[in-house]
């Protein structure tokens, strides 16, 4: 593949000057949604599919991009002093976005790019293709411009001109999971410090399955901006009663003690999702720690009720999904991942039930929705590399 992808580059850009390819993960999220926003813990991995990129430098300020998923868009051209987040720039904006952050960091680029880009991971999934892109542009910048940055710090401006380029509020899960990936480990991330640990996923009897909804999604246009404000409006109200400094900061009992202070029932409910959520996240993988797969799968099942009645992000493609799933012998656990309104859901499921898995729940979704979901057993990767 990837001397098809230089091949291409070649024939796009030329074949002169030093070439390089790198790849960045997707990411798939196993439990602690919403919660990146408001202080709590997230448990992403990377996946072995992602994103792929042949590059050169260039002696002046043009930036041209391509991309093999949307070939219909052609060679789209900008320059570094035009560094504005244009609708018409499509997904150039994602690595316009991270070469402007940079820049903002005291880091400003003067050389140009020719970038080819292809991607394993299907658009609009909730797999992160776009962090995907963000992170193998700010890798890029660092491995082959020279910026002194360390993979956290890729994480931390792509989320950066994720918010300030593009204009979504999304927190430093993404990012920060393809960052950091690691090979048969999940993250245990807290985002209110940062600090994080690896947590060795060995299902031995089981596999990790994507089913894919096919309702597209973007972030831009879900209701993502306004849970995040919903919940924002929640803690100052219950910082009105207690010294918090995020959700993050309640377990279960502290929140039906302060949720009185929340005076609206809607905001309730998302806080409730947000303080739950966070503290099922520490226990899942509390459960994981000791061997309790059928815990984690059970927590897993929470966490999307959660997000079905409390938070209200699914949808009913993915209760579709995760409610037929639950149905199936040899499920442990499965429920919705990522920011919800559509994407995926992610599941475990034993090794001799996964044909099952996906023809029971492939036939009941195509029947609910009218049309097919895509099934993938994905394998859990590194983070972003060079490959040549
Ligand atoms: C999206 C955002 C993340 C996170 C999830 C929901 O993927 O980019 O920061 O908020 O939604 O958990």
Redesign the pocket.
Known sequence: MQEQLVAKFKELFGADGEIRTYFAPGRV?MIG?????NGGH?FPCALTIGTYGVVRKREDNRLRFYSMNFEKLGILESTLDDLKPDPAADWTNYPKGVIWAFGEKGMKITQGMDLLLFGNIPNGS?L?SS?SVEVLTGYILKDFYGCDVTNQDIALIGQYSENKFNGVN?????QFAIAMGKKGHAIFLDTATLEYTYAPIELKDAKIVISCSNKKRG?GDSK?NERRAECEKALEEIQQYVGISSLGDLNEEEFEKFKSAIKDEDRQKRARHAVYENQRTIKAVEALKNNDVEMFGKLMNESHVSLRDDYEVTGIELDTLAEEAWKVDGVIGSRMT??GFGGCSVSIVKNDAVDTFIEQVGKAYKEKIGYAADFYVVEIGDGPTRLA
């Open positions: 999220n949604e919403h919660t990146d926003y997230v909730g992160s962090a999304c927190g430093i899960m993404d972030l993502y990522g920011a």
